[in-house]
Structures are given as structure tokens and as C-alpha cells.
């Protein structure tokens, strides 16, 4: 099933007459709790068979957990993991692929050798430092494809005056861009926590996160509306090396200023999506390094 032919089933009723919830987005809220309460398979399998002997025209409905997760597979715009020098020196990206030592530190690529599962094959390295980085340019794109948020991406020029300083000067300054509401601007917020949330530890790891500031104020601060970018793994800060993780984003955000072939629901048509990065949202440490100061 693809996304589009996914989309077309939104709209079908749970059951007749049902208005709390639609097929899709009952099936999502089931998946996202079997998540969250770490459900067992044979549990959630069990439930779906319920369900489905339960409601009028229980067919609708996926049968087990396989089906469901085919379904919540054609969502998943997946990421990239990108190996990195334990060092913050560079990222083994793009002509550096294939390197197996940092030029810089001379440090290893790899943290040691998994044994060989069968015999024959080589060991199987493992990296010392992974980064994942979640592709921009698709995630902007798919906030066009249902008329709901391509109509919200476009509020900020239909339904309210835009008087800050930065946005009339960035307007100002290039005015091919303002011309399309639908043109994005980004936000960048990032900053270390402690995943582990035990105080003797030190352990950090720095999310980079993207808010389209095109939306109304109370959906662009919803969590839904932030777009995970960049995930730094610790155990320490990247300090003012941050710069370096920051290269896939930055040949995304230089793509996106010449424009990339997108469709808006709205009006059924292909356009030139473009988007710019306006501001940061920072502590003083944080906004320290991103100046790389």
C-alpha cells in the first residue's frame, strides 16, 4: 500500500455512523499505545481478533500486528545513520565513506569486531560512533500532500500579519522568496540531556531539532509539529564541534534554497518548495557552540 492510496482510506468511518474515530487513526492510536506499554505481539494480536469479532464490519480492520505494521511502515520516512569520528573531527560521509581512520586524529573508525556469524564471512566492524541523521527535504515535502497542512503552512500570509523585524527584513532582503507563502522557514533548537536520568552520570546526547514557523502559533509549538533532524550521540557534548554534524542538514538547507520539486494538495499542482533557516532557539551554552565560539 502506498501513501497516497493510504491517504484516500483517512477518510473511511471506524464502523457506520462512528465519529470518534476514523479507521487510519484509530489503527495509528492502537499501534502508538502497543508502543508505549510495550504490548507483546501474541497480547495486541489477541486485541486486533477482538476488535474485529467486536465491531459491526470488524473487516476493515488489520487482523494482527504484522498487518499493522504494514501500514504504519508507508509512514516512515526512515533515517540515515552516518558513521563519525569519536573525536568530532569529520564525518566518514560522502568521498570519506570508505575511510577507515580519521585524517585528522588518526583515530579508528571502528570500536572492535563482532565475531563472524557463519564462516567465510569477515568480522563484522562495529562503529564507534554512529549519527543519525532524519532527511529534511522529504519530511517538508509530505506537510504539502494533505490539504490540511498545506492550508497551515500557508497561514502565516492568509490570516495574519507578519510584523517582526527579522521576518520584513528577510523579505526585504530577498524578495523571491517571500513571494511564495509556501516557501518554509525553519527554526533550528538543539541541547544535551541525560537520557538516563541518573545524576552520577555525565552521559549526554544532543538532539537537532527543525519547527516550521510557517503554521499558527498554537499547532507550530505542538511536539507533533517539530521534525527530529540530527541525533548526536554522547557520552560527552560535541562542543563547539557541532558544526561537523551539522554538514548533512546544511547540503539539505543548500539544496532547498534553489528549490526542489514538491506537490501542493491545495491546488493540485506541482511547485518549487524552498525553505530557509531564520533562527536557532538556544541556552547561552548551546547558542555558543552553534556560533562556535
Keep these: ?75 516512515d520516512l526512515g533515517y540515515i545513520k552516518i558513521d563519525a569520528c569519536p573525536n568530532d573531527c569529520y564525518l566518514f560521509w560522502k568521498e570519506r565513506s570508505n575511510q577507515e581512520v580519521c585524517h585528522i586524529c588518526v583515530s579508528s573508525r571502528w570500536a572492535g569486531a563482532k565475531k563472524s556469524t557463519s564462516k567465510g564471512k569477515k568480522n563484522q566492524m562495529k562503529s564507534a560512533m554512529v549519527v543519525r541523521y532524519f532527511p529534511l527535504i522529504m519530511r517538508l515535502q509530505r506537510l504539502f500532500k494533505t490539504k490540511k497542512s498545506a492550508e497551515e503552512m500557508i497561514w502565516h500570509e492568509n490570516r495574519h500579519p507578519v510584523d517582526g523585524e527579522d521576518w520584513k527584513s528577510f523579505d526585504s532582503r530577498y524578495p523571491d522568496f ?29 538532539p537537532v531539532l527543525l519547527v516550521p514557523y510557517n503554521m499558527p502559533p498554537w499547532i507550530t509549538m505542538k511536539q507533533t509539529s517539530f521534525i527530529m533532524s540530527i541525533i548526536i550521540p554522547g557520552e560527552k557534548s560535541p562542543g563547539n564541534n557541532i558544526d561537523i554534524y551539522l554538514q548533512p542538514l546544511i547540503n539539505e538547507l543548500y539544496e532547498l534554497c534553489h528549490g526542489v520539486i514538491s506537490y501542493d494538495a491545495t491546488s493540485g499542482q506541482s511547485f518549487h518548495l524552498r525553505a530557509t533557516l531564520m533562527w536557532t532557539i538556544n541556552d547561552f551554552s548551546a547558542y555558543g557552540m552553534n556560533l562556535n565560539v
Excluded at 508502543?35 to 497480547?43: A, F, G, H, I, Q
Excluded at 517571500?178 to 544532543?206: C, E, H, Q
Aim: proline fraction near 4%; charged fraction near 20%.
Design 178 to 206: 517571500s513571494s511564495d507563502p509556501r516557501n518554509v522557514r525553519l527554526v533550528l533548537a538543539s541541547d544535551g540531556f541525560n537520557p538516563f536520568k541518573i545524576m552520577s552520570s555525565t552521559y549526554s546526547i544532543w
Design 1 to 75: 500500500m502506498k501513501y497516497n492510496d493510504l491517504l484516500l482510506e483517512a477518510g473511511v468511518e471506524l464502523y457506520p455512523g462512528c465519529k470518534s474515530f476514523m479507521k487510519l487513526s484509530f489503527i495509528q492510536h492502537l499501534f502508538c499505545l502497543k508502543c508505549l506499554y510495550s504490548w507483546s505481539t501474541r497480547s495486541f494480536d489477541q486485541l486486533m481478533e477482538l476488535l474485529i469479532e467486536a465491531f459491526s464490519d470488524g473487516s476493515l480492520l488489520p487482523k494482527n500486528t504484522y498487518e499493522v505494521k504494514k501500514i504504519m511502515k508507508v509512514f
